[in-house]
């Protein structure tokens, strides 16, 4: 998650070096995925891979000098399909598996209207075959049904910009800042279950919808852009922090462990999105994301693995579209 930001952590604004490691460290890491691959003896339908890069512009880059992502995915691209210049023997023919099997990914909380011009006019003409998708997207402190019906109509107007990962389930309390401004539930004061954790026994919060200003919460909101509803008999009462500003009557842990329970169990497999009828799978990593997809171009024929993990959360992406179908497979 944002190797730009992390290998090094000057990628983007420091000496043209930058980028050329982060793309040597991708590309090694994709060959690796391969040789694993083909250690587990994996067949069938076999997924996507990604390396989602955060929404900096990359000075040090080569192109893309004025363009959020571009640049990032101009030199992986380069890399992909020229490995020897970038000081790296592929095991691994990651060229092919590159034009058949990546997804390209990025992250950003800017608002839905900046996405095209910024950033989908010049992605669309430089990756015409690439499929594209947002892997956390949620404008904070905005009408999410004005943003994600903005967000998810330019999703429909543009063929290889697959959708959105909504960003993200639950409040990272851990983190500090305007870092905890993005959860669509906060932790309530109420135990619901206990869960064992490598030999230590943990409590499982009840779960408090979040607001952000407006007269329906953020869950809410959501599920009026998808087509759902959220069901408030199967939601706690106050939460415990202040990233929540209703103070509802708390309901019994039955309740709750029914509004977990088919949470969890989407973990696991595959449902149906209400509004769209298309199958819905998890893409699971470190930050913990809700989120839709629209229809997919021809080369995103499974799900998508990010690469490298990233560091921190784990997300939890629920996901609309062939994108991310559900295919049993061993790593």
């Known amino acids: 998650n944002e190797p730009d930001l992390k290998m090094p952590p000057t990628a983007t604004i ?16 994709f060959d690796a995925m391969l040789d694993a691959e083909k250690e587990m003896g994996v067949t069938g339908p076999l997924i996507n891979f990604t390396a989602t890069f955060s929404y900096a512009i990359c000075m040090a880059c080569s192109r893309f000098k004025s363009n959020p992502a571009l640049g990032q995915m101009a030199v992986l691209d ?10 790296y023997t592929p095991k691994n023919d990651i060229t092919d598996a590159y034009n058949k099997r ?5 992250n950003t909380q800017n608002p839905a209207t900046d996405l095209q011009h910024q950033f989908l006019d ?10 594209v998708y947002i892997g956390e997207y949620h404008r904070a402190k905005a009408s999410q049904v004005q943003d994600l019906s903005t967000i998810l109509a330019v999703a429909n107007r543009n063929v290889l910009f697959v959708g959105i990962c909504f960003f993200e389930f639950t409040v990272s309390y851990y983190k500090t800042g305007t870092e905890t ?11 619901v279950a ?17 607001y952000e200003g407006f007269a329906s919460s953020m869950p809410e909101e959501i599920a009026k852009v998808y087509g759902g509803v959220v069901d408030s008999s199967l939601i706690c009462g106050p939460g415990t922090g202040s990233t929540t500003a ?21 973990a696991e497999g595959a449902t149906t999105s209400p509004s769209s009828g298309g199958a819905t799978t998890t893409e699971q990593s470190d930050d913990v994301d809700t989120g839709v997809k629209s229809s997919a171009p021809r080369s995103t024929q499974g799900p998508v693995f990010d690469l490298p993990m990233s560091s921190a959360s784990g997300r939890l992406c629920l996901s ?12």
């Open 194 to 210: 206990s869960m064992d954790y490598f030999g230590m026994k943990l409590d499982v919060p009840c779960l408090e919808p979040v």
């Open 246 to 266: 209703a103070d509802r009557t708390s309901t019994s842990q039955a309740s709750t462990s029914r509004f977990l329970e088919p949470t969890a169990t989407t």
């Open 320 to 331: 609309v579209a062939v994108l991310l179908m559900a295919v049993g497979f061993e790593l």
């Open 122 to 131: 010049d992605y669309n003409v430089a990756f015409p075959n690439t499929p």
């Open 102 to 106: 990546w997804t390209h990914s990025f």
């Open 14 to 29: 420091g000496g043209a070096d930058g980028p050329v490691k982060m793309a040597r460290a991708l590309i090694s890491a």
């Open 78 to 87: 380069d890399a992909m399909r020229n490995p020897a210049q970038y000081g």
């Open 181 to 191: 401004e993005f959860g669509a539930f906060g932790y309530g004061s109420t135990k």
